[in-house]
């Protein structure tokens, strides 16, 4: 099992090769992995920035808190792109999403070969609503749908009023089902109890489901 940080920022549209080309020259020389880190993904939403970090296990266990080898280096040569989203932000840490749900199925039937599909699906979640939308996940999880479709795993986060969905899918399960899962009723009845506390990011060009989901401009994984 892979444990991720959500880091959400503000990037200048537009910026995305050249924020992925930085983190492409120290990803190669230095090595995050004696960190813990195994790899990394940036994805770009709108004015967004989010940064995936996946670790071999959660760093509160495993005591590897510190940062990226070039921490201060990195974020000096992508201050003029990448910016703090949050109204609160006071530190770097102020920029970590909230992990409030997550769920892996109980036995996982996919083949170990088997590779593993990430969507990164953005909105807007309204204040204190993250028990309410933990609820109605909690509830579908629950029953037979997501083994069905080949989730592999789910995990949600909040910062400000930014709501950001990580769904995990087998590669064959997510070609199948590439823009056809929100044709089936029982996700039109997900959605419908979600909009009392999930809204698209931004109103104006949303037209469908696949309009809310971000996308990744750069992928760095761990050899060793």
């Not at 993904?41 to 990226?68: A, C, K, M, N, W």
């Not at 899962?181 to 037209?207: C, G």
Request: hydrophobic share 35%; glycine share 8%.
């Amino acid at each position: 099992m892979v444990f991720r940080n959500v880091i959400v920022c503000h990037m200048v549209p537009g910026s995305d090769d050249i924020v992925g080309d930085v983190f492409g020259y120290y990803d190669k020389s230095t090595r995050p992995q004696d960190l813990g880190v195994i790899g990394r993904r940036l994805l770009s939403f709108h004015d967004l920035y989010i940064h995936v970090i996946e670790r071999r296990e959660d760093p509160r266990i495993s005591g590897q808190t510190r940062g990226l080898p070039a921490f201060q280096k990195i974020a000096e040569a992508i201050a003029p792109y990448v910016t703090p989203y949050p109204k609160y932000w006071k530190n770097p840490s102020d920029s970590v999403a909230k992990e409030f749900y997550s769920w892996v199925p109980e036995e996982d039937s996919a083949p170990e070969s088997a590779g593993r599909n990430l969507t990164v699906i953005i909105g807007r979640i309204k204040p204190g609503a993250e028990p309410d939308v933990a609820r109605v996940f909690g509830e579908s999880d629950a029953g037979s749908l997501p083994v069905q479709l080949g989730v592999t795993g789910r995990w949600l986060y909040s910062i400000d009023d930014v709501y950001v969905h990580l769904l995990e899918r087998t590669d064959a399960a997510a070609a199948d089902g590439a823009g056809q899962d929100h044709e089936q009723p029982v996700f039109a009845k997900i959605m419908a109890e979600l909009s009392p506390y999930i809204s698209p990011y931004n109103p104006e060009t949303w037209r469908g489901p696949e309009d809310s989901v971000a996308k990744e401009f750069y992928r760095w994984q761990a050899e060793d």
